[in-house]
């Protein structure tokens, strides 16, 4: 079954440790992005990687970190969490040029 | 920039016929893509439009005129289930560029 597979699903942690949430697709599709999801502002990119090694910064990449070190995974680094990051996290995946993203189930992180 | 306009919530009785409109002014366009988000879960395609016209898949169809940056999606013989939030989304440039999305519309379906 085709799917983008995230965990955890939900996770609190405190200010300062250091968390990864992983994603992980199995569709052999190029492209892997993150957002995160907030009440009243919708759907927002924080990173993107178009392949192996090659990512780029979305709209709010501030207090994150990437890698795609192979193609199906794409992990997201909080290196020190902070409040402001709680929120909706999503993990998607597109073949290049595709017509549609799949998304992973969500993890919602709460910092406190 | 890029900035994708879609009314934040609607209410429409079950059995009826509703249509989510969505502006959009982007530097480019590349197509513009619905998706169907119940709380709490994740977004689900619904329909993609690159050239202007009207699309239909089932009870659902979606419409593009780029030359007015509008779309709106069509829910037909509303269900219970249809509650939920739709967002419209824009890639903005060729190649598989990050898409923009709205904020999402809240519909809610009541009997």
């Known amino acids: 079954e085709a799917q983008v597979t995230q965990n955890p699903r939900y996770l609190i942690t405190v200010t300062g440790k250091k968390l990864t949430v992983t994603c992980s697709q199995n569709?052999?599709?190029?492209?892997m992005s993150w957002y995160r999801q907030d009440p009243g502002l919708g759907l927002r990119q924080i990173y993107y990687?178009?392949?192996?090694?090659?990512?780029d910064k979305g709209d709010v990449p501030e207090g994150y970190k990437v890698s795609r070190k192979e193609k199906r995974n794409f992990p997201l680094i909080l290196e020190s969490p902070s409040p402001n990051q709680t929120s909706l996290y999503f993990c998607?995946?597109?073949?290049?040029?595709?017509?549609?993203?799949?998304f992973g189930q969500g993890t919602r992180l709460t910092v406190v | 920039g890029q900035n994708i306009d879609q009314p934040t919530e609607m209410t429409a009785t079950e059995g009826a016929i509703v249509q989510i409109n969505c502006t959009y002014q982007?530097?480019?366009?590349?197509?513009l893509f619905w998706y169907q988000q119940h709380a709490g879960e994740a977004p689900t395609f619904l329909s993609y439009n690159v050239l202007d016209g009207l699309e239909e898949k089932g009870r659902f169809s979606s419409f593009l005129s780029r030359s007015k940056g509008y779309s709106y999606l069509l829910l037909k013989e509303l269900q219970m289930k249809d509650s939920a939030s739709y967002l419209c989304?824009?890639?903005?440039?060729?190649?598989?560029?990050?898409?923009?999305f709205g904020k999402g519309t809240r519909l809610s379906v009541i009997a």
């Open positions: 989304a824009v890639r903005a440039h060729s190649g598989n560029t990050p898409l923009v």
């Open positions: 998607a995946s597109s073949s290049l040029g595709g017509t549609r993203a799949f």
């Open positions: 569709m052999n599709h190029e492209y």
């Open positions: 982007t530097s480019g366009f590349n197509g």
């Open positions: 990687s178009m392949n192996v090694e090659v990512t």
